[in-house]
T-cell receptor, first 114, second 111 residues
Framework: DTAVSQTPKYLVTQMGNDKSIKCEQNLGHDTMYWYKQDSKKFLKIMFSYNNKELIINETVPNRFSPKSPDKAHLNLHINSLELGDSAVYFC?????????????FGPGTRLTVT | LAKTTQPISMDSYEGQEVNITCSHNNIATNDYITWYQQFPSQGPRFIIQGYKTKVTNEVASLFIPADRKSSTLSLPRVSLSDTAVYYCLVGAGGATNKLIFGTGTLLAVQP
């Protein structure tokens, strides 16, 4: 059973388009995250939700909008895509928001904007 | 936020013990120290976590001195499959003390 799944795994699109990435976890966790990993492999947190409530919102362009319909899902919508948005996006979940709980990561979505 | 400093890369040979040290001079009282491993084209995977002294599990050991300003991840008898990037994280989590991934250490294990 896949603990944290993301779709799609690859996403190639043109500048200006709007796209979504979906994430689901079947671990019963309360907290979910979105991370962005750029070409230099630096992994940066973007958003975090705890029990469907936004608790972390880093300095991310407002073109990025997370949506959590329930505790098991955290989707990422990106409007007006730009070249700089090209990266690998990872979804993760943890039992709670505190650092004592390990995070489980999905396989990643490689977004390429042309 | 507690900042971490790790070597950018390390080389080793199969069968050796590898120790990766992470510096976190401004660690806070309620911060945990966590290590993750990331293989190419995969998400990071939890390895080990500790608060103080020594923690050991089936894959690694984590040594934390009394002042907690550094920590050392120890991988016994590495194999080629241990080639990966290893991240040290320090934090208590949550909105006010986010867990921050640093640049990580690329461990290259050679035959």
């Amino acid at each position: 059973d896949t603990a944290v799944s993301q779709t799609p795994k690859y996403l190639v699109t043109q500048m200006g388009n709007d796209k979504s990435i979906k994430c689901e976890q079947n671990l019963g966790h309360d907290t979910m995250y979105w991370y962005k990993q750029d070409s230099k492999k630096f992994l940066k947190i973007m958003f975090s939700y705890n029990n469907k409530e936004l608790i972390i919102n880093e300095t991310v362009p407002n073109r990025f909008s997370p949506k959590s319909p329930d505790k098991a899902h955290l989707n990422l919508h990106i409007n007006s895509l730009e070249l700089g948005d090209s990266a690998v996006y990872f979804c993760a979940s943890s039992q709670a928001a505190q650092g004592a709980y390990e995070q489980y990561f999905g396989p990643g979505t490689r977004l390429t904007v042309t | 936020l507690a900042k971490t400093t790790q070597p950018i890369s390390m080389d080793s040979y199969e069968g050796q013990e590898v120790n990766i040290t992470c510096s976190h001079n401004n660690i806070a009282t309620n911060d945990y120290i966590t290590w993750y491993q990331q293989f190419p084209s995969q998400g990071p995977r939890f390895i080990i976590q500790g608060y103080k002294t020594k923690v050991t599990n089936e894959v690694a050991s984590l040594f934390i001195p009394a002042d907690r300003k550094s920590s050392t991840l120890s991988l016994p008898r590495v194999s080629l499959s241990d080639t990966a990037v290893y991240y040290c994280l320090v934090g208590a989590g949550g909105a006010t003390n986010k867990l921050i991934f640093g640049t990580g250490t690329l461990l290259a294990v050679q035959p």
